[in-house]
């Protein structure tokens, strides 16, 4: 059988990848005129004629040279990707040595072994259709929508079968030891060879673009902890997580660059007005030509608002608002209102039936546009530049309503943010627009 590269995930997969596979056959049919040749055996062929033939057949050669560019390109971007993986997983055993010096669970032997098994118990519940078993091996908030996903398969009375055939390879390639276990992450990623297609009414549906049943899969699996093990908490697919390879290795606590931001919020707090003295009071901003000098002349008299502390509060968030994708929404939830998570989340639908997916987000800028020292507590807008892959997906099938899984986008976010937060993080954010 055919193996089809750089699929969409099995496990955890929606209904949106299967159409019915196939191909199509012809009779052995001709085509026959006066004055040209006949090109091609069998079943099929070219009539090339003395005129408009000769245009046919620059057309299919055309064709075909594009097809055969597009094959190249994506051998050659494979090619790539698995000298950088090569790379990174040298990179991060190196960092995993040190880190399991502090915890064992990042001994590679460790984590490549739990996953080797993961990935094959993972498969075979999802075959099983076995929704408690599922939730053993997976985080709870990815499980909600595997369920979505599983009951959209029944609905349609498919049932989704995958059997592992080869693998998997699992690469190291990213691990963020922090101080509180719950924190720790790890993520491999995983190549394998599957069984993967759909049973309805005693036939088989395969995924679109394919009539093989046999399928190749690349894809990066996110851990955390849960009970002392290791447990999957997001997938991300062979392009769409390119950006663990370049994502910051934490081997211990004290490199992780969240005890600096840490830093930067303590300096700010020693250097607040108390609490009786209103932000209004502190310096007359009407005087600066825009809402970024005015917010540099209050940092003046209130360091919560020097342009470090914004930053360590919009990165804090969109870190926050990565994980809370398929991960725990408390990391969100704890410097954002509710209505601001929904709107990240779900970006404005109220049905929830879709939701907005941001992977490897990057701050490029933060901009003052707008500061409202009283009432209080006092508000700012910013401006968010941020580089990543962001798209909507629908929460049963899983297909791409808009955006994109493969490219990575630079896009900017408008957050409202309010001087209410807790201590560790003063600014929450209370508004969200486009």
């Known amino acids: 059988m055919d193996v089809i590269p750089l699929i969409t995930a099995a496990a955890g997969g929606g209904s949106s990848g299967f159409g019915g596979g196939g191909g199509f056959s012809g009779g052995g049919g001709g085509f026959s005129g006066g004055g040209g040749r006949y090109y091609g055996g069998g079943g099929g062929g070219i009539y090339v004629g003395s005129g408009a033939g000769w245009v046919v057949l620059a057309i299919v050669v055309i064709v075909i040279a594009f097809l055969l560019l597009g094959v190249i390109s994506t051998w050659l971007m494979m090619r790539r990707m698995r000298q950088r993986l090569e790379e990174r997983d040298t990179q991060v055993r190196r960092a995993a040595a040190e880190a399991a010096e502090d915890d064992a669970a ?32 997976v985080g709870p908030d ?98 769409e997580g390119a950006h663990n390879l370049s994502a910051p290795l934490v081997a211990s606590p004290w490199a992780d660059e969240r005890v600096r931001d840490a830093a930067v ?37 209130d360091a919560r608002f020097a342009p470090d502390v914004l930053t360590v509060a919009a ?24 209505a601001a998570v929904a709107t990240l989340l779900y970006g404005g639908d109220e049905t929830r039936r879709t939701r907005l997916v941001v992977r490897g987000p990057q701050l490029e800028q933060v901009t003052v546009e707008l500061l409202l020292p009283s009432p209080e507590p006092a508000r700012m807008r910013i401006a968010v530049r941020v580089r990543g892959r962001r798209y909507v997906e629908d929460r049963d099938t899983a297909a ?13 976010e408008h957050w409202m943010l309010a001087l209410d937060g807790p201590a560790a993080m003063p600014w929450r954010l209370t508004g969200v627009s486009a």
Do not use: C
């Open 315 to 338: 990165r804090r968030a969109a870190q926050a608002w990565a994980e809370a994708v398929d991960g725990d929404d408390a990391p969100l939830a704890a410097v954002a209102t509710p």
């Open 400 to 412: 791409i309503i808009s955006g994109s899984k493969d490219t990575e986008t630079t896009f900017t």
């Open 142 to 239: 990815l499980m909600v929508e595997w369920r979505r996903r599983l009951r959209d398969f029944a609905r349609r009375g498919w049932h989704n079968r995958v059997r592992v055939v080869t693998g998997p390879v699992v690469r190291y390639v990213g691990l963020t030891n922090r101080e509180d276990d719950a924190e720790d992450r790890v993520v491999v990623h995983i190549d394998a060879t599957l069984e993967d297609y759909v049973e309805a009414d005693g036939r088989r549906i395969m995924r679109d673009g394919t009539a093989a049943s046999t399928v190749d899969l690349r894809e990066f699996w996110t851990l955390a902890k849960r009970e002392g093990r290791w447990t999957l908490v997001s997938i991300e697919q062979d392009t």
């Open 265 to 301: 919020i303590e300096g700010a707090l020693a250097d607040t007005p108390g609490p009786d003295v209103a932000t209004a009071d502190l310096v007359s901003v009407s005087l600066a030509e825009d809402a970024h000098a005015q917010a540099l002349d209050l940092s003046l008299a």
């Open 106 to 137: 990042f001994a590679v032997e460790r984590v490549t072994g739990d996953v080797g098994v993961m990935f094959h118990a993972i498969q075979g519940a999802w075959d099983a259709r076995d929704e408690d078993a599922l939730a053993q091996l």
